[in-house]
Every structure is written in structure tokens, then in C-alpha cells.
């Protein structure tokens, strides 16, 4: 069974970064599509970003150009390369498929909080 972790939150200070790793068990990762989303309190679960297997990437208008999304195949990990933080992107970030692709269980998440 495909099990997915999180790692790499914590608390940051407004204008912070931060990187997110993502640790995906199996051996076909390599031709997984995988993407990152977040969730905070009282809020849905929405997209942040995707990452094809051919490495195309993808990102929701809310982090264009302040996070990055990138794989290493080699140690079945997923990254967020996360920049410029501000109190709006505090959520619990997880990682998963895109759901066009089917999700996997989910991970127990990694907690990010902005905040001086």
C-alpha cells in the first residue's frame, strides 16, 4: 500500500520560507502525478500545486511565483519550495495525487503556520 508523509512544517515569520517534503512509499512513484494541497481551519481543502511525472508543474494563482513544486525520483520525494509566506498560507499542507489521478490514503499532513 502506497503510504505518503509529510514533513518540514513549522512556525515562520511573515516573509519567511519554508520547504515541505513529501515521502511517498512504492515503487511506481516514479510515474505518479503528485501535487500538494493545504487546509485551513474552517476552510476546505483546496490545490496549491502539481507536479507531472514528465515534471510539468502547475500552481494556483494564490502561490504563482512565491512556491515551487519539484521531485526527486531517486528518493521518491516531492518537494514545496515555499517563499515570501504571509498569515493567508498558514493550513495544515499535505500531499497527494491529483484527484484526476485517483487519491491516495492520506498523510497525517505537515503543519504551517505564519505568524511574528
Known amino acids: 500500500q502506497v503510504q505518503l508523509v509529510e514533513s518540514g512544517g513549522g512556525l515562520v515569520q511573515p516573509g519567511g520560507s519554508l520547504r515541505l517534503s513529501c515521502s511517498v512509499s512504492?515503487?511506481?512513484?516514479?510515474?505518479?502525478?503528485m501535487a500538494w494541497y493545504r487546509q485551513a481551519p474552517g476552510n476546505q481543502r483546496e490545490l496549491v500545486a502539481t507536479?507531472?511525472?514528465?515534471?510539468?508543474?502547475n500552481y494556483a494563482d494564490f502561490v504563482k511565483g512565491r512556491f515551487t513544486i519539484s521531485r526527486d525520483n531517486t528518493k521518491n520525494t516531492v518537494y514545496l519550495q515555499m517563499n515570501s509566506l504571509n498569515a493567508e498560507d498558514t493550513a495544515v499542507y499535505y500531499c497527494?495525487?491529483?484527484?484526476?489521478?485517483?487519491?491516495?490514503?492520506w498523510g497525517q499532513g505537515t503543519q504551517v503556520t505564519v505568524s511574528s
Open positions: 497527494n495525487r491529483p484527484k484526476s489521478a485517483g487519491w491516495i490514503s
Open positions: 507536479i507531472s511525472s514528465g515534471r510539468t508543474t
Open positions: 512504492g515503487r511506481i512513484f516514479n510515474f505518479y502525478d
